[in-house]
Structures are given as C-alpha cells and as structure tokens.
C-alpha cells in the first residue's frame, strides 16, 4: 500500500525543481499536493565549485522567479532586500553575481519552502500500480537516515531534475589525488595528503580557468600546469545578440525547428556557454604568466593542445601522461593533485524511470519525445504525466541544462499540469 498521494513528486531538489516548488506555490498551495525527495541531506548546488572569486555566468534577473513573476517574493531581488545587501549589491553595478551568493540566495528560497522538500530520500525504483488503468504511478523511496525505512507514494505526475553526471576523461578514475571539478573545494579544505607542490589542471572552460587562478593564489608554492586541449582559453560569447539564444522565445524556435536548424543553432552559439570562459578571467590569467616572466618566477604553464591520455599511481607519485598535437609526443610528468574540468553529461532519466522507461517512446535517433511542455511521450499504459528538467537537450535546446530559464520553465510545466487536472 502506498502512504501517501500526491499531485506532483519532484525527483531532485536542485535550483531547477526548486524553482518549480516556487511556481506551484505562487500558484496556491492548498489546490496542489506536491513533494521533493532529495536524495543528498541538504539543498546543494556545485558546493565543490563556490570558490570565492568564481562569479555567475548569468544576469541575477534570471534566477527562480523574475522571468516568469516578477513580482515573486523568492527574486534574488527580493533576498537581497531581505539580507540588507540590496543597496550594496546596486552600487556594485554588475549584473553577475559571485556563486557564493548566488548558492546563499538559493538557501534562503529554500528556507522558506521546508514543507516541500525531503531529504535523504533515494529514489530506488518507479512503477505501475497493478491497477493498469491507473492515472498514477508509485515512487519507491528509500530513507539515507540510520534505521530509515522503505515507503511508496503514488504521484499523477512526477518531474524528474536529478542533475548532470560528472564527466571523467576516458580511462581516468576518481581518488584521493584525482578529483572532478564538482567536488574541487571541498576536497581542497579538507586535504591532508600533504604539501602540494606539483598541480594539474585538465580542461579549457569556466571552471577550469577559475580553478586554476584559485590555485595559483591559495598554493603560492605549488607549479600549477593547465592542460589545454585547445591553444588557449576560448572567450564566452555574451553578446546581446547571441544571448538571445538564452531567450524563452528562443525555445520555441529550437523546438519547432527541423534538425537542420537545430544543429546550425548548437554549431554557431555553443560558444555562449560550452567550453569558454569569461573575459575578465582570461586576462587575469595572461597578466600572471606576464608578471612571472617579468619575475623569472614561473609557477603557471599552459601546456596548449594537449590531450590527457591518462593518470596512473607510481609508488608515491601520480603519473600524467598526455599527447602534444604541437610536438606529435607523448610524454609524462609527476603531479602530486590532478583536478579534471572535464565537464558533465547530460541528466539521463532512465537511470530514473525504471520499469517506466519501456513506456515512453523514443524518436529514430533513440531520443526522448518530449512535447513542448517538457512532458515525455507516453503510450497509452502511462497516463501519469512524466516531466523533464534537463535531458532536453535534442528538443529545448541550449537552455536545458542552464539556469537561464528555469523560471518560465517551471512555470510552464506547472501550468501543464494544472490545465491537464482540470481536464481529468
């Protein structure tokens, strides 16, 4: 038997099922039963990358609320005003905040929505009731708390927004000296694997640049050694007219497209955002190398088209071997951390949807159909509305992974499912 029922489960409570937890609040509580199980003890988004000077790659307009309400009291505006920093963060006259910040906005949002949200709560499987002409479907979760127990809840809709996956370079493996980006800061306060005197860096865009300069200040004696498989760090594209790709409008374009006008879109604006990074961090970077020479101090080397081959353990070294286009070699170095920028895939549901999956058609390609309301194509066993936040990449577009509209998105799909319970 299942404990409880509800008109929406949300699977993840990130920024983007957050931020639908908002709408369906704007829209009245007492009409809409909704839950958020998390998995992870709290709300976090990219803890391992709140490094002090990283800042936001979006304008603070675009946050839970403002494109869809700009009325909200959850605006960053508004927790700005709330926090006593709103003439504060005026006078600084810049759009992009820190991600410190901006991860503090998203606490306070949540903070005010505890009635929503329950952690330590893993999704381990979906199903069909046995009653196969049901309009619901029934969430296995299972408690992370000592001694938790196992529960069913029934949901007409769930939306599934469990994130991207971190993404290795191909034969790297994860440990105590190799480390993916997302989990880069809080392993570095935490290190005890002694002085760090030899550091690598793999990857090209925002985060790698920003780890880098990160560890040129914090490790003053350490030679930090960027691996680029370009030959230099590309600058983002945030000009008014490619940011228009970001527009809501914009997915509308994406969607009704023909793959021809898909693909050109991906090809000429995927400089907005995949593997670039900001000016203000490129130059900051060229005027240390130029400092050092001027010193004769070198602790920063760029090591341009450079491809990472792999990472292996040598007594009580960690080995880098990599391939140098410009020289045609391959060749090896000693690092004693190797921090991989390399990235994430894109959020699969199926890792989600279980025995639900069979249910849900797929295009020529073996792509999700996804209708323009992120609701996934179902054949006519699955009447329960399955929703995606993010996964949408081949449908949506750009913005489907990004924060960019996750507003007028999570507005969007409340208001699908509102329209589809009226029609019940």
Avoid at 157 to 164: A, D, E, H, K
Avoid at 211 to 236: C, K, M, N, T, W
């Amino acid at each position: 038997m299942a404990d409880s029922v509800y008109d929406v489960v949300g699977i993840g409570f990130g920024p983007a099922n957050l931020s639908l937890a908002i709408a369906l609040e704007e829209r009245g509580a007492e009409w809409m039963a909704a839950v958020f199980l998390e998995q992870q003890p709290s709300m976090g988004w990219h803890r391992g990358m709140l490094v002090p000077s990283a800042k936001m790659q979006v304008s603070f307009l675009k946050d839970l609320a403002t494109f869809r309400n700009p009325h909200s009291r959850f605006s960053f505006v508004s927790y700005l005003h709330a926090v006593g920093r709103l003439v504060q963060f005026v006078n600084n006259q810049d759009f992009f905040p820190t991600r410190q910040e901006f991860h503090a906005y998203l606490e306070w949002a949540e903070s005010q929505l505890a009635h929503r949200p329950q952690y330590n709560a893993e999704v381990t499987g979906i199903r069909l009731p046995e009653k196969r002409d049901s309009d619901f479907v029934e969430v296995e979760v299972r408690s992370r708390l000592p001694g938790g127990d196992d529960r069913l809840i029934r949901a007409r809709n769930i939306v599934i927004s469990t994130g991207l996956v971190p993404r290795m370079p191909a034969g790297v493996e994860r440990d105590e000296r190799v480390w993916h980006s997302s989990e880069f800061l809080t392993r570095f306060r935490t290190w005890d694997g002694g002085e760090l005197k030899r550091i690598a860096v793999v990857g090209a865009g925002q985060s790698a640049a920003e780890i880098v300069r990160f560890l040129h200040d914090e490790v003053p004696g350490a030679h930090i050694s960027a691996v680029l498989p370009s030959y230099g760090y590309s600058i983002a594209d945030n000009t008014p007219f490619a940011n228009q790709v970001f527009d809501p409008g914009a997915v509308d374009d994406y969607y009704g497209g023909s793959q021809q006008s898909k693909d050109a879109l991906w090809q000429y604006h995927k400089n907005t955002n995949y593997s670039v990074v900001d000016d203000e961090v490129i130059k900051d970077l060229k005027r240390r190398v130029y400092d050092e020479e001027l010193s004769g101090d070198r602790r920063l080397t760029f090591l341009r088209m450079t491809r990472l081959l792999g990472v292996k353990r040598v007594a009580n070294d960690t080995r880098v071997s990599v391939y140098s286009l410009l020289a045609d070699d391959f060749y090896d170095f000693e690092a004693d951390l190797v921090v991989c920028a390399t990235g994430y895939a894109p959020m699969d549901p199926a890792r989600v949807l279980g025995e639900l999956d069979r249910h849900c058609l797929r295009d020529e390609a073996g792509n999700y159909r996804v209708e323009r309301d992120y609701r996934l194509v179902t054949g006519p066993v699955l009447r329960c509305g399955v929703y995606l936040q993010g996964g949408t990449e081949h449908t949506h577009g750009l913005t489907s992974s990004l924060l960019s509209n996750i507003a007028v998105r999570s507005g969007e799909i409340a208001d699908s499912i509102a329209e589809r319970r009226r029609a019940r």
